[in-house]
C-alpha cells in the first residue's frame, strides 16, 4: 500500500540554524499538509498546500517558516532560524481530494538546542 | 474554535471486552475521522464519516456521528493487545481549498491481556 515517507526520522540542530524536512507524499495525490505535535500535547495544523500554493496557514507558520515542492515527488518545510520551542514532532500528509482522509508519515522529530 | 475534545483521557479494558471513545467539537465541519497512533509513530487513519452520515462501520470499528450533539463515537469491539495506541478525532470545518484538519488531545487505550 502506497504511504507518505519522511525524512530524516530525527534531525538535531542547533538553535538559529535552518533545516528542512523532507517530505514525500503518496503519488497520485493533490493535497499536502505539514502538522506538528509538541510532546504531549496535540496534533496541530500548520499549513496545507494545493496547486503549488499555500492553501491555508495556521498562526504558528510564521515568516520562519516556508513550504516548497520543489519537484513532482518531494513536499518540504523549512524552519530559517529555529528556536527551541520548534522542538517537536513533525507531520507530513496528503490527501486525493478534499474530503478525503489525509495519510500521514512517520514524521520527523526535530530536537533544537 | 473548532475543536475535537475525547473523552476518557485514559482507558483500560481486558481483551476481549468493548472500548468506547467520545469526541465533542464546536462548530460545523465537513467531515470528522479517527485516527490511531502507535507510541512514537504516525497517525494511522481509520475512519472518516461525513457530516451527512451518521453510522459507519470498518471491521471491528463503529462510529457514529450527532451533528445536533457535534458529538462522535468510536466503538471498538472484542479488543486485542494489538488495538493498545492512542485514539484522536479530528474534524475538518474548512470552508474552501484544502482540508485543516483540528484534532483533539486523544484517548490513550490499554488493552489488558
Known amino acids: 500500500e502506497p504511504e507518505v515517507t519522511q525524512t530524516p526520522s530525527h534531525q538535531v540542530t542547533q538553535m538559529g540554524q535552518e533545516v528542512i524536512l523532507r517530505c514525500v507524499p503518496i503519488?497520485?495525490?493533490?493535497?499536502f499538509y505539514w502538522y506538528r505535535q509538541i510532546l504531549g500535547q496535540k496534533v496541530e495544523f500548520l499549513v496545507s498546500f494545493y496547486n503549488n500554493e499555500i492553501s491555508e496557514k495556521s498562526e504558528i507558520f510564521d515568516d520562519q517558516f516556508s513550504v516548497e515542492r520543489p519537484d513532482g515527488s518531494n513536499f518540504t518545510l523549512k524552519i530559517r532560524s529555529t528556536k527551541l520551542e520548534d522542538s517537536a514532532m513533525y507531520f507530513c500528509?496528503?490527501?486525493?481530494?478534499?474530503?478525503?482522509?489525509?495519510?500521514f508519515g512517520d514524521g520527523t522529530r526535530l530536537s533544537i538546542l | 474554535s473548532q475543536q475535537g475534545e475525547e473523552d476518557p483521557q485514559a482507558l483500560s479494558i481486558q481483551e476481549g471486552e468493548n472500548a468506547t471513545m467520545n469526541c465533542s467539537y464546536k462548530?460545523?465541519?465537513?467531515?470528522l475521522q479517527w485516527y490511531r497512533q502507535n507510541s512514537g509513530r504516525g497517525l494511522v487513519h481509520l475512519i472518516l464519516i461525513r457530516s451527512n452520515e451518521r453510522e459507519k462501520h470498518s471491521g471491528r470499528l463503529r462510529v457514529t456521528l450527532d451533528t445536533s450533539k457535534k458529538s462522535s463515537s468510536l466503538l471498538i469491539t472484542a479488543s486485542r493487545a494489538a488495538d493498545t495506541a492512542s485514539y484522536f478525532c479530528?474534524?475538518?470545518?474548512?470552508?474552501?481549498?484544502?482540508?485543516?484538519?483540528?484534532f483533539g488531545q486523544g484517548t490513550r487505550l490499554t488493552i489488558n491481556p
Open positions: 500528509a496528503s490527501s486525493e481530494i478534499r474530503n478525503q482522509p489525509q495519510h
Open positions: 479530528a474534524t475538518d470545518g474548512s470552508v474552501r481549498g484544502a482540508q485543516k484538519l483540528v
Open positions: 462548530t460545523s465541519i465537513n467531515n
Open positions: 503519488s497520485n495525490h493533490l493535497y
